[in-house]
């Protein structure tokens, strides 16, 4: 059974920082494209960052430069390095496996999500 758990929201000030994990389990972590997707409060569904196999890395333009996505694959951890938190980064953080190692592959699986709150 595939899991992907997340972890690490919580409430931050803006301009603060933020680490966000999701221990993968139930599939071959390092065969995959890993990915982070976000969803506002009221709002629709927004790709975040995505990461192959072998590292390579995108971002969306709304995250560019502040957000880093990396993989350890020995334990099975995808993580999201956010800084430079602003008010409209407020979200559920979603993990989301992609079907294969391509960037078209589409996503079949997803965490529960963690929630971002970035205010005063």
């Known amino acids: 059974e595939v899991q992907l758990v997340e972890s690490g929201g919580g409430l931050v000030q803006p301009g603060g920082s933020l680490r966000l994990s999701c221990a993968a389990s139930?599939?071959?972590?390092?065969?995959?494209?890993m990915n982070w997707v976000r969803q506002a409060p009221g709002k629709g569904l927004e790709w975040v960052s995505s990461?192959?196999?072998?590292?390579?890395?995108k971002y969306g333009d709304s995250v560019k430069g502040r957000f880093t996505i990396s993989r350890d694959t020995a334990e099975n951890i995808l993580y999201l390095r956010m800084n430079s938190l602003k008010p409209e980064d407020t979200a559920v953080y979603y993990c989301?496996?992609?079907?294969?190692?391509?960037?078209?592959?589409?996503?079949?699986?997803w965490g529960q999500g963690t929630l971002v709150t970035v205010s005063s």
């Open positions: 139930g599939f071959t972590f390092g065969s995959v494209v």
């Open positions: 990461i192959t196999r072998a590292g390579n890395i």
């Open positions: 989301a496996k992609s079907l294969g190692n391509y960037w078209s592959s589409p996503f079949d699986e």
